[in-house]
């Protein structure tokens, strides 16, 4: 596989995997306000967390589209570390608001 396909590919299967983190906070969203107003409060700092970490990763994905060679290693490098970290924190979320 040619680095153009490679670069390709992980950039379609990322913006997929965004699309459902994307939903999934959603659904996460929906159960805490469906649990009631003291539920809502106490994962809002939560869902801002998963919402900034998403955030974070869609901006570094945005970077990656436009980089080539070893600049495209490293920001490819930040992007699997950031979505390392919001499914720690989407699993950690999923937990706590499923209670």
Same mark, same amino acid.
């Given at each position: 596989?040619?680095?153009?396909?490679?670069?390709?590919?992980?950039? !379609?299967?990322?913006?997929?995997?965004?699309?459902?983190?994307?939903?999934?906070?959603?659904?996460?969203?929906?159960?805490?306000?469906?649990?009631g107003?003291?539920?809502?409060?106490?994962?809002?700092?939560?869902? $801002?967390?998963?919402?900034? !970490?998403?955030?974070?990763?869609?901006?570094?994905?945005?970077?990656?589209?436009?980089?080539?060679?070893d600049?495209?290693?490293?920001?490819?490098?930040?992007? $699997?570390?950031?979505?390392?970290?919001?499914?720690?924190?989407?699993?950690?979320?999923?937990?706590?608001?499923? !209670?």
């Amino acid at each position: 596989m040619s680095s153009n396909q490679e670069k390709s590919a992980f950039e !379609k299967k990322m913006a997929a995997k965004m699309k459902a983190w994307n939903a999934e906070i959603e659904k996460l969203e929906a159960r805490a306000e469906e649990a009631g107003a003291d539920a809502e409060i106490r994962y809002r700092d939560q869902l $801002d967390t998963l919402r900034a !970490k998403r955030d974070s990763l869609r901006d570094k994905l945005e970077r990656l589209h436009g980089q080539s060679g070893d600049a495209w290693d490293e920001v490819k490098s930040g992007v $699997d570390s950031a979505w390392h970290e919001l499914q720690k924190s989407l699993d950690k979320a999923r937990e706590r608001i499923s !209670k």
